[in-house]
């Protein structure tokens, strides 16, 4: 169901615990749609979406603040039983959104017709439908895992932006940052590809979730990846973030690894960058937030292809605003645009040859009380309607930096989809 106006559709959502051992769902992968899954996954525990009950689609400027008063409307419409009342249970929309105000790409809002939820060893059904006693009907069991369908591989290629051409690039944007254009600017490059006809989706989610188990594996509305950043989490008032900038690719042994990291948490452009980030990440918050707490220095992040710098960010929300309003006030972070945004977002537009579309956006999910987690759409792809990938990966631009370097580092990027997709 498209939605384009004011008649938004009365939901009535009922949230049943399931019983016994939570491993009879050890894979939430293999329960969504293999050609249009939804999922929202990190350390096994996650949200599986089955079917689609809504669709709500946004563009350009006002796209959060449409989406946030369209989700109140759903929510003071809906009529929510849920006994559990943990993240996840009851209500809830998976979200999508795109980059830039100018982007083509939509926008989306999906609540499933089914969500299966598992959490802290609790399991739960959410079941969704539209209209008086729409959901009264259905028996609330798990629905069954399906057979993964047959194995593929897809070698992603250079988009529109070539190797030597994401070099030159950054050796224009360190240009305008040594002309004081710029402080800092995220260039991203893509890789494009093409599934085979039937190619089960769920393949992917699954090797993303099993490689990257504590980053958030998401898939929604073509958008697939496996996001180490977390935009924000809101619940019950307190909220949560991860800021991250500053990378290094891993080393080959454990000595040259340890070097590694050793090297990212002592460098002194990294820790400036980083450093960036987490004071915009402290300055935009901090009018919804009280107790807004970050650590002093950032920690070092493994990841199975790289290290980052991280660091963690708590707060307590003091002014209302639901998750949708504070991924709006927090998009873009300078993780993903720069300093200053509106210089950094001026010069992206310029000089990346692409439409960024859902890349580097909050994708997540919300629920009836406005609680929800987003991350950063980061090391994902983009899959459109007739099976055509799109990739994107990018790196933080400081006057320091070397070209070279950061196609490397964008290199390590794709590494968790193209791994993937092999
Ligand atoms: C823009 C990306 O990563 C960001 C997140 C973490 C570290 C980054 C960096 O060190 O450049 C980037 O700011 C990407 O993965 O496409």
């Known amino acids: 169901m498209t939605v384009s106006d004011a008649r938004l559709p009365v939901l009535h959502v009922e949230t049943t615990p399931i019983p016994g051992p939570v491993d009879d769902l050890a894979e939430l992968a293999a329960l969504v749609d293999s050609r249009d899954p939804l999922l929202w996954q990190r350390r096994g525990d996650g949200l599986a979406g ?149 190619a089960d989706l769920r393949r992917v989610l699954r090797v993303l979730a099993a490689g990257y188990p504590d980053c958030w594996t998401y898939a929604v509305d073509g958008l697939v990846g496996s996001s180490p950043e977390t935009l924000i989490r809101a619940h019950h008032g307190d909220l949560s973030a991860r800021v991250l900038a500053g990378t290094i690719s891993r080393g080959p042994d454990p000595a040259a690894d340890q070097a590694a990291a050793v ?6 452009k990294d820790n400036d960058e980083h450093e960036f980030a987490v004071q915009s990440l402290l300055a935009t918050l901090r009018p919804h937030a009280t107790h807004v707490a970050a650590d002093e220095v950032p920690f070092t992040l493994k990841l199975p292809n790289l290290w980052h710098l991280a660091t963690d960010i708590e707060g307590t929300l003091s002014d209302g605003s639901t998750s949708l309003d504070l991924i709006a006030a927090l998009h873009p972070t300078a993780a993903v645009a720069g ?84």
């Open 50 to 198: 089955i079917g689609e009950i809504l669709r709500l689609e946004f563009h350009g400027p006002g796209r959060f603040a449409d989406a946030a008063a369209a989700w109140r409307t759903i929510v003071t419409q809906a009529t929510v039983v849920d006994p559990l009342g943990v993240p996840g249970s009851g209500l809830l929309a998976f979200g999508a959104f795109a980059f830039s105000a100018l982007s083509a790409q939509s926008s989306v809002l999906i609540v499933p017709e089914l969500i299966v939820g598992k959490r802290d060893g609790q399991c739960w059904v959410t079941r969704v439908g539209v209209g008086a006693a729409a959901t009264a009907a259905a028996p609330a069991e798990l629905p069954a895992a399906r057979p993964f369908g047959p194995e593929y591989s897809v070698t992603l290629r250079p988009g529109s932006l070539d190797p030597q051409g994401y070099v030159r690039l950054v050796t224009e944007a360190i240009a305008r940052i040594n002309r004081h254009e710029v402080g800092k600017v995220v260039l991203a490059r893509d890789l494009v590809g093409q599934l085979p006809p039937d």
């Open 263 to 268: 090297a990212l948490a002592t460098s002194e």
């Open 339 to 422: 300093t200053p945004t509106d210089v950094a977002l001026d010069l992206i537009d310029e000089l990346e040859p692409f439409d960024r579309g859902r890349y580097a956006g909050p994708v997540g999910w919300v629920d009836a009380a406005g609680d929800g987690e987003w991350a950063i759409a980061l090391r994902c792809a983009q899959i459109d309607s007739t099976g055509t990938i799109t990739a994107y990966a990018g790196c933080g631009i400081v006057a320091e930096s070397q070209p070279e370097q950061e196609l490397a580092e964008s290199r390590m990027k794709f590494r968790p989809m193209v791994d993937a997709l092999l």
